[in-house]
């Protein structure tokens, strides 16, 4: 009994949590003269093709969809490196004061990422960075390595010591064995990492929204919302589209990779 009780609860949250992607397909496929608000639940006719692509030549979703799998890409993987090399280094390195320097590592995160855009823009446009490419990988790649070096540093934790002080015996350098032992052993936590910060990445609007200007910079996200700007002209259906087409490649990601995600989330399995 308490079986079927369960199963009937988490089918109801599922149907719950699915209703906004309903309402999504069906109003995204709905053509601009057919879009109106208070027939959203019922389905009329089937345009999104048509939609999608006037997305496309509103937004410059297309230009800004190279930059951002660009920013989701590079980042994620600098970041996931600089962590696990962090994690290695204070772990099985067991570094001096070690925990002071995770927590020098860690502590970035405990303010609000709105704190420092005033100081983050002002130094951007100082340096030259503001609105290349170059700076998005940067402000990226540095906002993603503190939750990258403490998954790495937890999951290095559960690595017992004698593996490095046997790799050392048989005399490899410190570069080899972070590389061909350590890494290894830690490929599925590598992998969870890369997606949620890709994913984070890929979703960004803040960043984008200050940090970069041209559609060949600015990330898809912030591209997206320029359709719904005063000077953007998009219907509401036309902008649904666009939000269907970006959420797409998060989806397919997490599908694809879902196994390693999994194993992954469980800390300390190799």
Known sequence: MSRAIRTAVLAVLGLVWLLPVYLLLVNAAKSPAAFTTTESWRPTDFSLLANIGEALELSGLAESAGSTLLYAVVSPALAVLV????GFAIVALRLRHGFAWFVAIFGGTVFPLQMILLPLFDAYS?????????GMVIVYTAISIPFSAFV??????????NVFEAAVIDGASTWRIFARVYLPMASSALVAIFILQATFIWNDFLLGLVLSQSDTVRPIVTSLAGMQSTYGGA????????????????????????????????????
Request: hydrophobic content about 55%; proline content about 2%.
């Open 83 to 86: 962590g696990a090399a962090a």
């Open 235 to 270: 219907q509401m259906s036309t902008v649904l589209a666009g939000g269907l087409l970006v959420s797409l490649p998060t989806v397919v990601l997490f599908l694809f990779t879902q196994k390693f995600f999994a194993r992954g989330l469980a800390l300390g399995q190799y």
């Open 126 to 134: 100082r340096t030259g960075l503001f609105d290349t490419r170059a």
């Open 152 to 161: 790495m540093r937890n999951f290095f934790s559960g690595i017992a010591h």
